[in-house]
């Protein structure tokens, strides 16, 4: 059985900086794409960023320049950096990762940003 494990959502001011993590268990094989998607109250559901195995790298363009997504293959863990953080980054983000046809979500973590 797959899991999604996140951590490292919180509150931090305007301009700080956060690190999400999200270790997928349960599965010999390794994600096929692992990624973010974040959901502000009123506001769809939006893909911030992903990564695939070869780590190819995709980011919306609100966050380009800002956030930074990573991978450990040996792991099965996706990391995203977010840096110059903005009262707009606010929302719940969501971990994703797909394992051939199978897609898996995480439980969602947290961010605030202050102003």
């Known amino acids: 059985q797959v899991q999604l494990v996140e951590s490292g959502g919180g509150l931090v001011q305007a301009g700080g900086s956060l690190r999400l993590s999200c270790a997928a268990s349960?599965?010999?094989?390794?994600?096929?794409?692992m990624g973010w998607y974040r959901q502000a109250p009123g506001k769809q559901r939006e893909l911030v960023a992903n990564i695939s195995s070869g780590g190819s790298t995709n980011y919306t363009d609100s966050v380009k320049g800002r956030f930074t997504i990573s991978r450990d293959n040996a792991k099965n863990t996706v990391y995203l950096q977010m840096n110059s953080l903005k009262p707009e980054d606010t929302a719940v983000y969501y971990c994703?990762?797909?394992?051939?046809?199978?897609?898996?979500w995480g439980q969602g973590t947290q961010v605030t940003v202050s102003s």
């Open positions: 349960g599965s010999i094989f390794s994600p096929n794409v």
């Open positions: 994703n990762a797909i394992f051939n046809i199978f897609g898996y």
